[in-house]
């Protein structure tokens, strides 16, 4: 998107709660584009105007230091987020409206300091299967929340997967659970608390690994989002975007379990979901999802 192009974008400055996050977004962009000319930073300056707030407040009118620290991050790496700025605007989107909120995001790579950033005051975790990626990161961001966890699944069981969960009752949409469920191959057990105890507003899918037969693939955590999106007990959706969708994997689970009638928006590989509660569905037993 040309620089012009955003400026003409109205909703994006339409709300001046938001303008100086916009700023943070934009810096950002700018930062990964000119990344390979700026070699270094100072934290202290950067924390310390952090820590001169407006009279609006944090997120209103002033940045958060985990704000600053991505600008400096994205700024000082050659490496770019995986999503593209058209993907990542989609949540952004959301997040204007939502946080500080509780955001999951099965993943922990290059764009973790940005979604941590955009969700200031927030709870944004992070679920990442190679435990040895995790120390890797949070030696360089020790401020992100991240969890190494274990899938019991493969890339090339997705379609025996399918199966099962038509035939298996604790799978069912209306008797589905997570903790515990050693019944249901798609239910994702053996987490760390706070993935079942949270309730989660934004959930974010762009792990684990599905390009390759023995990969853990998506499978189980598109179904667990589902799940936990129907069971839902406060107000409003919840928010699910699934990355990969060119995939054949991530579309058909998407289409099984997310449900098409709850696709809102789709650009490049990137679908949104805005999925209600059970208690808000005209029509939620039965064997499937959609």
Request: proline share 6%; aromatic share 12%.
């Amino acid at each position: 998107m040309k620089r012009e192009d955003t400026i003409r974008n109205g909703h994006f400055l339409a709300d001046r709660r938001w303008f100086f996050p916009i700023v943070i977004t934009g810096l950002i962009a700018g930062a990964i584009v000119t990344s390979s000319f700026i070699k270094a930073a100072d934290y202290s300056l950067l924390c310390s105007v952090a820590n001169t707030r407006s009279p609006q407040g944090v997120g209103k009118g002033s940045a958060t230091p985990i704000q600053l620290q991505a600008i400096i991050h994205y700024a000082t790496s050659r490496i770019t987020p995986q999503q593209n700025f058209r993907e990542i605007s989609v949540t952004f989107d959301v997040l204007k409206k939502r946080s500080p909120c509780n955001f999951l995001v099965f993943g922990l790579g290059y764009d973790s300091m940005m979604w941590t950033s955009l969700n200031p005051n927030g709870n944004t975790i992070f679920l990442e299967e190679d435990p040895k990626w995790v120390q890797t990161v949070l030696k360089d961001a020790p401020v992100l929340h991240a969890h190494p966890v274990k899938y019991r699944t493969q890339l090339k069981e997705a379609d025996a997967l399918l199966s099962h969960y038509r035939s298996e009752p604790s799978c069912f949409p209306s008797k589905a659970y997570l903790r515990g469920n050693d019944k249901c191959k798609l239910a994702l057990r053996g987490f760390p608390d706070e993935f079942y105890d949270t309730e989660w507003d934004l959930i974010m899918i762009d792990a684990p690994r599905g390009y390759f037969p023995e990969a853990p693939g998506r499978m189980a955590a598109i179904f667990s989002a589902a799940v936990m999106a129907r069971n839902r007990k406060g107000s409003g959706v919840t928010h699910v975007f699934l990355h990969d969708v060119d995939r054949w994997v991530e579309k058909v689970f998407a289409e099984e379990f997310l449900c098409r009638k709850y696709l809102v928006k789709s650009v490049g590989r990137l679908w949104h979901f805005e999925i209600p509660s059970a208690a808000n569905m005209s029509s939620h037993g039965g064997a499937q999802f959609c």
